[in-house]
Nanobody, 124 residues
Framework: HVQLVESGGGSVQAGGSLTLSCAASGYTYSSNCMGWFRQTPGKEREGVASIVSDGRTSYADSVKGRFTISKDNAKNTLYLQMSSLKLEDTAMYYC???????????????????WGQGTQVTVS
């Protein structure tokens, strides 16, 4: 049973920083792919960033240079460091793990089959 639990969301002023965490369990964490997605009401869930077991990362153009995805295998924890936050970064942020049997790790929704409950980020 895969469980992903996000934390670290909150309210921040534009230009500020915030770090999200995702604790993973019941998943072959160190040998697979994980990512961060975000969603605002009425819009599709969009990929923000993803990371594979060898540390390679992918980012959406909208966050490149501002967000950093990383993981701590020893703690089974995924992170998203967000800086220079903009009003348009306001969203519910979700941690995700790739579906079994899928090759590749782009931050695309169809690649991921396991989701956390989300943590809200509000930029004002």
């Amino acid at each position: 049973h895969v469980q992903l639990v996000e934390s670290g969301g909150g309210s921040v002023q534009a230009g500020g920083s915030l770090t999200l965490s995702c604790a993973a369990s019941g998943y072959t964490y160190s040998s697979n792919c994980m990512g961060w997605f975000r969603q605002t009401p009425g819009k599709e869930r969009e990929g923000v960033a993803s990371i594979v077991s060898d540390g390679r990362t992918s980012y959406a153009d909208s966050v490149k240079g501002r967000f950093t995805i990383s993981k701590d295998n020893a703690k089974n924890t995924l992170y998203l460091q967000m800086s220079s936050l903009k009003l348009e970064d306001t969203a519910m942020y979700y941690c995700a793990a790739r579906r079994q049997g899928v090759v590749g790790c782009p931050p695309v929704r169809s690649v991921f089959g396991y989701w956390g409950q989300g943590t809200q980020v509000t930029v004002s």
